[in-house]
């Protein structure tokens, strides 16, 4: 029973449902392609040239890539060394073989899928490996930060942001937003800060329901909405994916140990608010998949995200340095939800065109 095993299973996985043959090593590199060079640029085209753009997502869904299935991949093999250390330090170290795979699930929670005698491999959604990202970059740059003023003008925001979002819901995991500017310096520092805690702490809650033991009492559950048909996971209850959200806090959480105080009070903030964007973007997406008569994979699988925001508000307020960390993370869930009816009148004006 190897990872190596269970490496395979995803990849074979990934056939039965024709989303791609396979995963080579090192075909991740991605081309520049289409993109914004200048936040200048961004969300500032002529209204229906950008219309008829999110539209054609809609219309003319791209087929998966194999190159960006890599890269996302790339991206969760590079962070999961990281994470078994910290599983470790928190003494939530996971004995059972374990594989997170990026998977176009349509869902913004991991699905787990045990292999008998091979170990648990854990779907991670295509969407969503583009979602925080494009999500965070977005907003680090339209506030203003490190004593600059935004990168991208506050009223681009909304209009930004519904791109993104318009391929999260419309793509099918296989279509990202156009390609955003790239960052620099502590501008580049928080981004990367954010979406490694960001991704680890949705893999991170997986490796807690494996240790916890909660995949002893599961039971199958089928989802036939998802972007690539019926796919299965293991249901667990609702108590036990709160305190799967918890134990996945205390592992990030293991981040700080040995840091400095100055350095811990500049860092944790920022953990706190990447942890619980994943939770705030569960509610974006859930509102915005309503609204316009989308829906969401395996919903009713965890608790609502506004409760499991509660319950980890809780938690958190017991472990933090100070509470202050919290009072940025609202920030940041407040700034989202303010530009959600902007995002929503760019989808509808884009459904209108459709």
């Avoid at 840091?259 to 953990?271: G, H, I, M």
Wanted: charge should be negative.
């Amino acid at each position: 029973m190897t990872v190596a095993a269970l490496r395979d299973r995803h990849v074979e996985l990934l056939r039965q449902h024709r989303v791609a043959d396979g995963l080579v090593v090192g075909r991740g590199r991605l081309g520049r392609g289409d993109r914004y060079h200048t936040w200048s640029q961004v969300a500032a085209e002529p209204v229906p040239a950008r219309l008829h753009r999110l539209g054609a997502v809609r219309l003319r869904p791209e087929a998966y890539s194999v190159a960006e299935l890599r890269a996302s991949q790339d991206v969760l093999d590079e962070q999961s060394g990281e994470l078994f250390e910290l599983a470790e330090m928190a003494g939530r170290a996971v004995r059972t073989p374990f594989f997170a795979g990026v998977f176009p699930t349509g869902s913004m929670n991991g699905l787990c899928r045990p292999m008998p005698g091979t170990g648990v491999l854990v779907l991670v959604d295509s969407g969503l490996l583009h979602l925080v990202p494009d999500v965070l970059k977005i907003m680090i740059v339209s506030r203003s930060s490190f004593g600059e003023a935004p990168l991208l003008e506050p009223p681009f925001a909304a209009p930004a942001l519904a791109e993104v979002f318009n391929a999260h819901l419309f793509g099918n995991g296989a279509v990202g937003a156009r390609a955003l500017p790239d960052l620099a310096g502590q501008h580049l520092d928080l981004l990367r800060l954010m979406v490694r805690r960001a991704t680890q702490f949705v893999v991170a809650h997986e490796m807690a329901h494996v240790h916890a033991g909660h995949l002893l009492a599961s039971w199958r559950q089928t989802d036939a909405n998802t972007p690539v048909g019926a796919l299965d996971m293991q249901a667990v209850g609702w108590p036990r994916e709160y305190e799967a959200d918890r134990l996945a806090a205390g592992i990030m959480l293991s981040s700080l140990v040995g840091v400095s105080p100055w350095e811990r009070d500049a860092v944790e903030p920022y953990l706190v608010g990447a942890v619980l964007l994943v939770l705030a973007l569960h509610e974006v997406v859930a509102v915005l998949a309503e609204a316009t008569g989308l829906v969401v994979p395996f919903a009713g699988c965890h608790p609502p995200p506004l409760l499991r925001i509660q319950s980890l508000v809780e938690y958190l307020a017991e472990h933090l340095r100070t509470s202050e960390s919290i009072a940025v993370a609202a920030d940041l869930a407040t700034w989202l939800d303010d530009r959600v009816p902007g995002v929503l009148e760019w989808l509808r004006m884009v459904d209108s065109q459709a």
